[in-house]
């Protein structure tokens, strides 16, 4: 039914109400948009009602036109509302489902508008902004607008800021993959990449159906990010077989990376085939392998490359490109377990001042060793030094109870000088840290024994042994938690991090031994392992930083770590500071060590006085020294007035 007549007549009906009723029964536009409308009062009784109302104002007799007119228009906007319809050609598509962000939260709009703002807009401060807000107020960033603009921020050009967003977007739930697949532009950039590792990192089994419908149309770093999020699922296998065919440069090595994932007959088959053309290339692909049969396979190689030492008195010589591959096969170790991997450990630690095993490891030095202290009189990376350092990696990666014990083995077994191995206790440190046994016993018992020969020769050694241990908020306890040291691979996605529940105590007997070290090292180990919910705990570790900090003139770390513990003195650690005559103080340093002193704002206030007391007896060295009396004045009384 064509129902425009209605619509020209309510038109008219409007026109009236601004024209006024006296001339209605003149309005021949009126008269005529109603004999428009007359056939459809045949259709319906409510059209039949809308007729006669508009009739009666053409009549000069009617009476109460206002009200009819009213009526009148009412009655056909009632009608129009109820004629209304949406329609479209295509098929029709469910809507996929918002649920990842709370619709509304408890904070004002400014604040939200002013996080969304920042997290859109590139500069430092911005970023400081977004970073402070997520620790004090986190509950804003379920919002969705704040989700929104969170996704925007993955392609935001202060790289610092996409990255610690992509971090933070990788702690969600699968309900955020909606959000992340919209508009996503198969051929984009970093933005696009980032989203690839965040809903790899959140469900990848679940995205993967995403992944293989865009990858035909995807390119360059986003086509490689696309191949290595295949990993993700085991039906994969195939396609990423055929990639190793097709794909050529950064994309086809990714998808060599990408099948190394696979616990399948077909992957192995690919590698070893591999291998044979390509050995250093193979191995370098296995560097984060943990499938099972990629350790057999790292071991069996390693096995054969290091069997011309077998004689103990053999001096074989080694080309440039078995270097290499060396290097690139030992670098594989850590992420590999078994019997094998013991026992091509064992091997290998037992090469140790064999002749011609001395030589550069460059696999190693261009994977994993960079910045480390492991470094021999020539300055360059040997297979001796690497393997201890790979058990230890080892052990942070797969803790079994077969790693722990070879790593305990391996320090306590005699070297051919007859002493222990002190190379090894790093990662004996950590084997019992992850194992039940009596760790406290055992760790006294190193530091009353001969192999150091004084206990400040062990510390570093016990430092690296306890590299990564912290309390862990989202694992509500204690871990070793160590960042991968490995070459980033060309699909750009960093690999998760190391990350093992402790099995010790560490509140107990091992802080005390730990704290009568007295070392800054090991009192680093110290403040990673601040647990605030726990007040004994932190109680306990604050009288310690407190000496701590006063006998070493206070410095920023013990600071920091006395607030962390909620530490409620702070007397004498200004004063500690401010005293030493080495140092020469501008101003400006004031307020600065205020900022982090521990304790309420009386007892900063009490300090800050004594470090007054000793400006007034001049024994403060001084820049600017001409403005410092006013300035400490003022800045006392701001702080009097507000406690």
Known sequence: MDISPLYELRARLRAAMIAGTGLLSEDFRLKRALEAFTPLEQASPVFAKIGQLAGALLSPDSADKEDLLLDAITLADAVLCTQGAVSVEEKLEPVAGCGWGTAVTNAPYSVVKTLTESLLTSGSGHYSYVVETHRDRPELFKDYRVKTAMIQALGASYAELADTVADWLKEEDASILPLLQKDFDPKGKKEMVRRIHVMSAIDGEASNKFFVKILPEAEKDVRQALIFALRCRPENVDLLLELTKTEKGNAKKTAYYALAFMEDEKAEAAFSELYKKKSEEAMQYLVYAE????????????????????????????????????????????????????????????????????????????????????????????????????????????PDEELCALAVELYEAKDRRGGKRKAYFPAAVAAQLLTDGDCCGWLEEQLKGKLFQSRQELYPFLARGLDGLRFSERENGYVLRVKRPYRTHPSGEPMPEFCQPVKQDITGRFTDILTRCQDRDIDQVLMNCIDSENEAYSRKLGDYFYERARNLKAVRDYLLALKSCRYPKCEGLAVSYFSDSSLTHYFSEISAYAAMLPGDKTAIYEELQRVYNLYKQGRIKTRDSGQWEERFLDYLEEWKNSI
């Open 291 to 398: 499938t099972k049969w990629a350790s057999l396979f790292v071991a069996e190689k390693l096995q054969e490359q290091l069997s011309p030492w077998a004689e103990e008195h053999a001096r074989p010589e080694r080309t440039k490109e078995q270097k290499s591959l060396l290097g690139e096969t030992v670098s594989a170790l850590p992420g590999k377990s078994g019997s094998d991997i013991c026992e091509v450990f064992r091997v290998a630690a037992n090469l140790e001042d064999r002749p011609n095993t001395a030589f550069i490891a460059e696999g190693v030095k261009e994977t994993i060793m960079a910045g480390l202290n492991l470094r021999n009189r020539e300055n360059t990376f040997t297979f001796q030094s690497s393997i201890p350092y790979l058990l230890h990696q080892a052990l942070h990666c797969h």
